[in-house]
Nanobody, 123 residues
Framework: QLQLVESGGGLVQPGGSLRLSCAAS????????IGWFRQAPGKEREGVSC???????YYADSVKGRFTISRDNAKNTVYLQMNSLKPEDTAVYYC?????????????????WGRGTQVTVSS
């Protein structure tokens, strides 16, 4: 059964760091684009970052220079390193498997989703 499980969320002070993990099972993620999305209360789900099979990457303007996406195919896991966190980064973060091989920030281009992990940035 195909599954994505996020971990690594939590409460962190502004300026702090977290590393999110997205562990895949039931398929080899090195054949697919994997994306990270987030959704804050009352807001639409937005694309944060993604990484393709060829390791092309996308970052939302709001996280460029602060977040880094990477993949470890041997561990079947994708990571999102988040530095210099801000209160506006507070959201539930989801990883998702792309239905296509291209870079995309559109949630409609992803066909399997994890359940999410909460990230709260607050002093």
């Amino acid at each position: 059964q195909l599954q994505l499980v996020e971990s690594g969320g939590g409460l962190v002070q502004p300026g702090g760091s977290l590393r999110l993990s997205c562990a895949a099972s039931g398929f080899a993620l090195d054949y697919y684009t994997i994306g990270w999305f987030r959704q804050a209360p009352g807001k639409e789900r937005e694309g944060v970052s993604c990484i393709t099979v060829s390791r092309s990457t996308y970052y939302a303007d709001s996280v460029k220079g602060r977040f880094t996406i990477s993949r470890d195919n041997a561990k079947n896991t994708v990571y999102l390193q988040m530095n210099s966190l801000k209160p506006e980064d507070t959201a539930v973060y989801y990883c998702a498997k792309g239905a296509y091989s291209s870079v995309s920030r559109n949630p409609g281009d992803y066909d399997y989703w994890g359940r999410g992990t909460q990230v709260t940035v607050s002093s």
